[in-house]
């Protein structure tokens, strides 16, 4: 070859290098991307981020919620905000399903959503909205702040009937449990981590008292069987009542490590939640992450941008719905 060509075809293989850098660091597989607003709506993510804070101020169960929809969402197929799809005539919606149960807070994503809607309508998908109002609970919550991508769209169907092939029950075993988190891609100092959500929030009386009734699981520690009777007196709560009992008696507010001790200290609620810290695959996990705040930080911002970017509708697939619980009208 001559010099000249030589020159040209390493200039040029060194700009597709760069280029693909580029495109790599920018845009994922998924079809995410970071900043996927900057010019349809450069203040998208401020103005979740201030709505954000002012529902916090008002409802701090609020940024419980945000987090929480990023399992339901995500985990069940894509991150396509079909879990806040309403039951129509011909689908019951996933929200009103069992694994659903306690998920609250619903009406101020609408809130989210309108602020939204005022400033840049028809632009920004309840699917992005979902996962940056979870980024920004889990800020509020004292937790990590987390880079998330964005250009997910809206799915148009409830998975109600699919959704119990993908969360698993609040007794699943843990094999169960690593196996579908592995499915999309979460390794299991991703899954410790993640379940060190249940460091804030509650668990009502319904999803606890067979550990309770009719005798007490010898598991549990005693001086947390008492408090737990305290706030579950009946064997069959009744549906109506909100009786409940906060799943971090330490700090009940905070998202942090205090979960690790206290399943380790058999204070777990649920009995995934017991058996995370007993099982010997992810103890080891379970012991760091009550050592080190900054560890479990570490993997669970990991694993919440691998759940965040499961399997999204990006392009032209799906559509930017107008109001997040129900499906565009189409003509
Ligand atoms: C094996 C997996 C999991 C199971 C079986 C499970 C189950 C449950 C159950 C039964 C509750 C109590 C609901 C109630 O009674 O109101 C709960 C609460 C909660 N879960 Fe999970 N969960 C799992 C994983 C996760 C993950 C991965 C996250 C977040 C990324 C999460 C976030 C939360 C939050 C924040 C609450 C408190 C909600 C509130 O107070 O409104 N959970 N979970
Ligand atoms: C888990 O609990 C549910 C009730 O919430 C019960 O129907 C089911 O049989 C339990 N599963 C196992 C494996 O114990």
Known sequence: MAPKTLIFFALFSL?????????????????????FYKDTCPQAEDIIREQVGLLYKRHKNTAFSWLRNIFHDCA???????????STRRSLSEKETDRSFGLRNFRYLETIKEALERECPGVVSCADILVLSGRDGIVA?????????????????????????YLPDHNESMSVVLERFKNMGIDTPGVVALLGSHSVGRTHCV????????????VLDPGHVEHMLHKCPDAIPDPKAVQYV???????????????????????LLIVDHQLANDKRTKPFVK???????????????????????NPLTGTQGEIRKQCNVANKHH
Do not use: W
């Open 207 to 218: 999803k606890l008292v067979h550990r309770l009734y009719p005798a007490v699981d010898p």
């Open 246 to 268: 906060r799943n971090d008696r330490g700090t009940p507010m905070k998202l942090d490590n205090n979960y690790y001790r206290n399943i380790l200290d058999n204070k777990g």
């Open 288 to 310: 760091k992450m009550a050592k080190s705040q900054d560890y479990f930080f570490k993997h669970f911002g990991r694993a919440v941008t691998i759940l965040t970017e499961n």
């Open 141 to 165: 919550l004292g937790g990590p702040y987390i880079p998330l991508k964005t250009g997910r769209r809206d799915g148009r169907k409830s998975r109600a009937e699919i959704l119990e092939q």
């Open 76 to 86: 069940v197929e894509s991150c396509d905000a079909s879990l806040l799809l309403d």
């Open 15 to 35: 700009l597709a290098i760069v280029a693909l850098a580029d495109t790599e660091s920018t845009q994922s597989d998924s079809g995410l991307m970071l900043n």
